[in-house]
C-alpha cells in the first residue's frame, strides 16, 4: 500500500483562493452538520461538523480568541479532501456561542475552566471513539484551552496534537511581570463593570469602509 508523503498532498493555493472559496469550499460547507449543546450553566454552545462515512481519521479544530469556526472553512477543506472527519465548536462568549456580557462585542467568560468543562462536553457529545485516529488542532486562545484540557484530562483518546501560536502568556515589560496579576485584580475590583476601552468604544456602531486602492 502506498504511503502519502508531503509532496502527494495538494492544498488550496493562494492564487485559486477565489474560485475555490466560492465553489468547492462554499460546497462543502453547505454539507456541514451544525446545532448548539446546552452546558451545565445552560450557555448555548455552536458546534459543526463536516462528516463522510468513508473517513477513519477525526480533527478537531479549537479556534482563538474571538474567533468562530466560520473563519476556518477552508482549512476545514483541506483537511477533509485528506480523509478527516472535521469538528468544532465557538468558545462561550464568543461566536454563534451565548455571549455572555451585556455588549455582545466583548467576550467574556467567569472562569477559564468553563472552557475546558464546555471542551468536554462537546467532545463527549461528538464521540470520537469509533476512529482509527483522533487529532486536535489549536490556535492561539484554543492553544491554551487543548492543552490545559489534555493536562487535566488524562484519558483524553487524542493521539496527536498541534498548537499555532499558543496563547501561553502575555507579553509584558520585565518591571510588570511581579505586579502584573495583583494589578489585574486591583483594576477587576474597582472598574466590575464590562466596557471597552475608550479607543475601541468610538468604533462601535460605525459602519466598515473598503479602499479598494489598499486592498485588492
Known amino acids: 500500500m502506498h504511503k502519502k508523503n508531503a509532496t502527494d498532498i495538494s492544498y488550496t493555493q493562494e492564487p485559486q483562493f477565489e474560485q475555490v472559496i466560492n465553489t468547492q469550499i462554499a460546497q462543502l460547507w453547505e454539507s456541514r452538520h451544525e446545532g448548539k449543546f446546552k452546558a451545565k450553566d445552560?450557555?448555548?454552545?455552536?458546534?459543526?461538523?463536516?462528516?463522510?462515512?468513508?473517513?477513519?481519521?477525526?480533527?478537531?479544530?479549537?479556534?482563538?480568541?474571538?474567533e468562530s469556526a466560520w473563519k476556518y472553512q477552508e482549512l476545514f477543506f483541506d483537511?477533509?479532501?485528506q480523509g478527516y472527519n472535521i469538528y468544532s465548536f465557538d468558545h462561550r462568549g464568543q461566536g454563534l456561542s451565548t455571549h455572555l456580557a451585556p455588549n455582545p462585542e466583548m467576550g467574556h467568560v467567569v472562569?477559564?475552566?468553563?472552557?475546558?468543562?464546555d471542551m468536554q462536553l462537546?467532545?463527549?457529545?461528538?464521540?470520537?471513539?469509533?476512529?482509527e485516529q483522533r487529532h486536535l488542532l489549536a490556535h492561539s486562545m484554543g492553544g491554551n484551552i487543548s492543552t490545559r484540557y489534555?493536562?487535566?484530562?488524562?484519558n483524553h483518546g487524542f493521539d496527536k496534537i498541534a498548537l499555532s501560536a499558543p496563547m501561553y502568556g502575555v507579553n509584558v515589560p520585565w518591571y510588570l511581570k511581579p505586579i502584573a496579576i495583583w494589578l489585574s485584580q486591583i483594576m477587576t475590583a474597582v472598574y466590575p463593570n464590562s466596557n471597552l476601552c475608550p479607543r475601541l468604544?468610538?468604533?462601535?456602531?460605525?459602519?466598515?469602509?473598503?479602499?479598494s486602492a489598499l486592498f485588492k
Open 79 to 81: 483537511f477533509y479532501q
Open 150 to 154: 489534555l493536562q487535566t484530562r488524562p
Open 201 to 211: 468604544s468610538r468604533l462601535c456602531g460605525k459602519t466598515v469602509r473598503h479602499q
Open 122 to 131: 462537546l467532545l463527549e457529545h461528538f464521540d470520537l471513539s469509533h476512529y
Open 111 to 117: 472562569e477559564f475552566d468553563d472552557y475546558l468543562d
Open 42 to 66: 445552560g450557555t448555548q454552545l455552536y458546534w459543526c461538523k463536516l462528516t463522510h462515512e468513508s473517513h477513519t481519521k477525526a480533527l478537531v479544530v479549537v479556534n482563538g480568541r474571538i
